[in-house]
């Protein structure tokens, strides 16, 4: 019998069993009489995905990585237990998880779904990359029309659709408003569009849905001329290849040429990038923060399990100091990378409920309002969530090889799959120079001040946790101050200097909400106190660098 990832994760159950479900179930479903119920069908769906990915998808992982995926003549072949993780995926009703109940969907909120994710990415982080595309379908539901949504999302409720976004190309990576496939209206078909060029780096490109993003404002160079479009699976979209990667094998990355493709448009014309893709990406940064969560999750036990039973100078590898040390370490980091996520979580359910409230009464006020707040928030932590919990994944991915030792290097006890399937964490959907580029100006204008304040007030019996907040209450000061330096002498060196307030801005955030949380569970002590020691002394040394370019 296999483990349920759910079950035996107190952390992640500690986050949900915190969850105050009640504002967000009544901006999902309206005023609902038992909030109780909803709640108990999410714990349901939970621990049910719990034991597949215990049980089944985690006992498939190491076959599906050495079997990978082929491609011959344009068709795509994914590993076997990579389909039959879909296929139980598929029968067990979880793939339309956000989606709405007029649709066929669970209607789930998006920290429920981040749990999910992050389950399944601790039993296989390849496969998060199939499960979590169902954003694709979250886009149409947002932005498509009700002729496409009818079409789309019951398929993709039931399994029946996959999708993928296909955005990058050879010479527009990171640089999306440089995308050059081009989308013209054909005239013989109203409503169809007809799309010529190439992408690369397509994720699950072979999926029988692909959103793309397309030029069709003719002779234009920037992102006012780019358009989102749907391009269902037909001979006209070819895969010429798929990418032979150091990780990730469960998943195609696909080369994809298209050729007079039929499309249809979503949303309006020229907004492709500067709205559509920005939310997609939005949502997509969330997934790979919990695929993060996941994997260093797995990385970490394995290390435990590993360390607990070996012994070397007569002892259990886990009692020697410094490989003590280094596990500390792992449960401290992963414990602060997951408290970042739900929050983050919390704040993207509030601003897409609000926003849903103020666009169906234009007139509420207070929905207005509050879609603004939040939208600011999540602006800036989903960035910095993907930039601390990516960077987060990768250090204890690398510790797990070095906990386990040779032992770590070989296949065998899979340590090693999980440090090449981390390397991309913090390279795809955004690297993490542009999480930063895309933090910086909220760190820049104190969006998240208000919450730090609230965060502050809160008390510590504790003396050893009272001491911890006042030393995260100095570190929040030299923040401020290198804030300070920055928007005034050192104003012309705010781009390189950018990286090191974000750094500052996340390690006092995260401190306060590991220091916040104490307090509900006072079993989370240790690692607040070992996490908060480590990582404020940083702050301090980020403002001295900084000072150094006065």
């Known amino acids: 019998m296999g483990r349920n990832f759910y079950n035996d994760n107190s952390d992640l159950q500690f986050h949900f069993n915190g969850f105050d479900f009640g504002e967000i179930v009544s901006l999902l479903d309206g005023e609902v009489a ?17 034991e597949l990915a215990g049980e089944r998808i985690s006992a498939r992982a190491l076959d599906v990585d050495l079997e990978s995926c082929h491609c011959k003549d344009g ?6 237990g990579a389909t039959e993780n879909l296929r139980e995926l598929r029968e067990a009703g979880l ?31 390849s496969l998060q990359n199939l499960f979590g595309l169902q954003s694709i379908a979250q886009t149409i539901q947002k932005f498509g029309s009700e002729e496409q949504k009818s079409e789309y999302l019951p398929r993709f409720a039931s399994g029946e659709y ?18 050059q496939l081009s989308a013209v209206e054909d005239p013989a078909r109203p409503g169809i569009w007809l799309l010529n060029g190439r992408k690369h780096f397509i994720t699950n490109g ?13 002779g234009t160079k920037d992102a006012r001329g780019l358009s989102m479009f749907i391009a269902r699976k037909c001979p006209e979209i070819h895969v010429s290849r798929i990418e032979d990667k150091l990780g990730i094998h469960g998943s195609p990355t696909c080369e994809l040429e298209f050729t007079n493709a039929p499309a249809e448009l979503v949303g309006q014309r020229r907004f492709g990038l500067i709205k559509y893709v920005m939310s997609l990406m939005n949502g997509a940064r969330l997934a790979i923060c919990s695929q993060a969560v996941g994997l260093a999750e797995a990385a970490r036990r394995k290390s435990w399990d590993y360390t607990s039973q070996r012994i070397q100078f007569g002892k259990k590898l886990c009692d020697i100091p410094p490989v ?14 997951r408290t970042l996520l739900y929050e983050t979580s919390k704040y993207v359910d509030l601003r897409d409920g609000y926003e849903e409230r103020s666009l169906a009464n234009r007139g509420d006020a207070e929905a207005k309002e509050k879609t603004k707040v939040y939208t600011k928030l999540t602006a800036l932590l989903t960035p910095m969530s993907k930039f601390f919990t990516t960077e987060m994944a990768n250090q204890v991915a690398y510790d797990a090889i070095q906990c386990l030792g040779g032992k770590g290097y070989m296949c065998e006890h899979e340590v090693e ?16 120079q542009l999480q930063v580029v895309a933090a910086i100006g909220g760190v820049m204008t104190h969006v998240l001040d208000p919450v730090l304040d609230e965060l502050e007030g809160i008390g510590h019996d504790d003396a050893v946790l009272a001491g911890l907040a006042a030393k995260v209450k100095a570190a929040r000061g030299l923040m401020d101050e290198g804030i300070g330096l920055v928007e005034g002498p050192l104003s012309s060196q705010s781009e390189l200097l950018a990286r090191r307030l974000v750094r500052m801005q996340v390690i006092v955030f995260t401190s306060l909400l590991m220091l916040r949380d104490v307090e509900r569970d006072i079993s989370r002590r240790a690692s607040t106190i070992r996490y908060v020691n480590e990582m404020i002394p940083e702050v301090a040394m980020q403002l001295e660098i900084i000072k150094s370019y006065l």
């Open 206 to 218: 072979c999926a029988s849905v692909l959103l793309v993003l397309a030029r069709s404002e003719a």
């Open 75 to 80: 068709v795509v072949q994914l590993p076997a």
């Open 417 to 432: 799959r999980m440090y090449r399937d981390a390397r991309i964490l913090n390279i795809y959907e955004g690297t993490t």
């Open 162 to 179: 996959d999708g993928a976004m296909a955005l990058t190309e050879p010479d527009a990576g990171s640089d999306l408003q440089s995308a």
């Open 324 to 337: 003590r040390d280094m596990l500390e370490r792992m449960d401290a980091q992963v414990m602060a990378g």
């Open 95 to 125: 793939t339309g998880v956000t989606l709405s109940s007029k649709y066929g969907g669970l209607n789930f909120p998006v920290t429920v779904y981040s749990m999910m994710t992050e389950i399944v990415s601790r039993a296989d982080a």
């Open 34 to 50: 038992d909030v109780s119920s909803l709640v108990s069908d999410y714990l349901f769906r939970l621990e049910q995905l719990g």
